[in-house]
């Protein structure tokens, strides 16, 4: 949403002042200014962040998180989030498209980590041949919609799927489908028989992310295509290996659109409102050692489960709920200018309140953070 200054005097937190995680944030703001160029167009016009996505690719931005080994850039979830907060200070919209892409390639580094023998070709893909993926999570979650029937060497899937956010850039959906009273995970190719975009996607804010509907009719799916099983209405190891990368990377895109509200306001106000900018860094930088905090207590060697969902939830709770409060706060400060949409932080403010949506939402986190506490691993409501 801003351009960088150099010296960024006033930049806000996170200071970045090791080596391995700036070139990260170097290649983040290269990008992030290029997107910043055509923000308020794609804003304007509901349109994908298509130029930024070319810089993604011609950068290896999308290769971010795959091992070194594998032909990646070997990013860890802390440096990727470092890079997807300063990112989103450009432009939210492509930050959170890009989130998508970024967890699950993440959460792929976790399988190849824990033994599953499908996910070393999935993230060689990424990095050889730029491969996209992309993820209707936020719209079926525990409680999919989408039905899966059995047939000679696979299964038929139909169904509808919201919100696959950069859906004209990726190649397969990561998605899920019930079959009695357990549920699917597989991904499909967008390309495939059946499938087909239909373009939704028009909404208050997050407009550039084009999280248009999928429509899949009778999608056949291989049955060695099928990574994973769980039962209906549980978390089950998938979704916890999903969730525990999706929220520390989505809470540091919304700290990076609060980060640049900040700096919008900083730069534009005068010494009256000290007091007000103060609370803005008081609020983001406890969001960010909330994020920062819960990928420590992770370790090396993690299990995705029910502790960790929670104490990741928790993070990205705090720094989803102080971006908005920051983002208000410089709209504050700035005054009415910042009521025009030529401002950016009418923009911000649109796109920061997406992040109160994507589960679990910041009640549902609670409730299941206290039924963790209570022994209870169990679903949310």
């Known amino acids: 949403m801003t351009t960088l200054d150099t010296p960024r005097v006033t930049s806000t937190y996170p200071t ?11 290649m983040a703001a290269r990008i992030g200014a290029v997107a910043a160029r055509h923000a308020a167009e794609h804003d304007r016009d509901a349109t994908f ?11 290896g931005y999308l290769a971010l998180a795959v091992p070194e080994e594998l032909g990646g850039l070997g990013a860890t979830m802390r440096q990727v989030c470092y890079a997807q907060a300063e990112l989103a200070r450009h432009d939210g919209a492509t930050a959170l498209a890009v989130t998508m892409h ?47 029937t059995p047939v000679d060497g696979g299964f038929l899937i139909s169904g509808r799927k919201a919100f696959c956010s950069q859906s004209p850039r990726a190649d397969v959906v990561a998605t899920s489908a019930v079959l ?17 975009i239909e373009e939704t996607w028009d909404t208050l804010g997050m407009r550039g992310t084009a999280s248009h509907d999928v429509v899949m009719e009778d999608v056949f799916v291989p049955a060695d295509k099928i990574a994973a099983r769980r039962p209906y209405g549980e978390f089950g190891a998938p979704l916890f290996a999903a969730v525990v990368h999706f929220a520390p990377v ?8 609060a980060s640049g509200a900040r700096d919008v306001a900083v ?11 103060g609370l803005m860094d008081h609020k ?40 908005v409060e920051v983002v208000g706060l410089a709209m504050e400060v700035l005054g009415g200018r910042s009521f025009f949409r030529r401002s950016p932080l009418e ?11 994507h589960p679990l939402t910041p009640e549902a986190t609670l409730v299941y953070a206290g039924k963790v506490a209570q022994g209870d691993p169990g679903v949310t409501e």
């Open 16 to 26: 970045v002042t090791r080596k391995d995680d700036a070139k990260f944030t170097e």
């Open 49 to 59: 962040v298509s130029e930024a996505y070319e810089a993604m690719r011609e950068e």
């Open 102 to 148: 970024l967890y699950l390639t993440l959460m792929q580094c976790y399988r190849r980590h824990k033994g599953a023998p499908d996910a070393e070709g999935v993230l060689r893909r990424v990095a050889a041949e730029g491969l996209v993926i992309a993820t209707s999570g936020g719209s079926d979650w525990l409680w999919p919609t989408t039905t899966a």
């Open 180 to 196: 009695g009273d357990e549920v699917l995970h597989f991904s499909a190719p967008l390309d495939a028989d059946g499938v087909r």
């Open 250 to 257: 989505c809470g540091a895109t919304y700290f990076g659109i």
């Open 267 to 277: 730069r534009s106000t005068s010494k009256s409102a000290t007091r007000q900018i």
């Open 284 to 323: 983001l930088r406890t969001s960010w050692w909330s994020l920062m905090g819960s990928i420590e207590e992770l370790g090396d060697d993690y299990t995705a489960g029910p502790g960790p969902l929670a104490a990741v939830m928790l993070a990205k709770r705090q720094a989803v709920l102080e971006a």
């Open 347 to 357: 923009r911000a403010y649109r796109d920061v309140r997406a992040g109160t949506f």
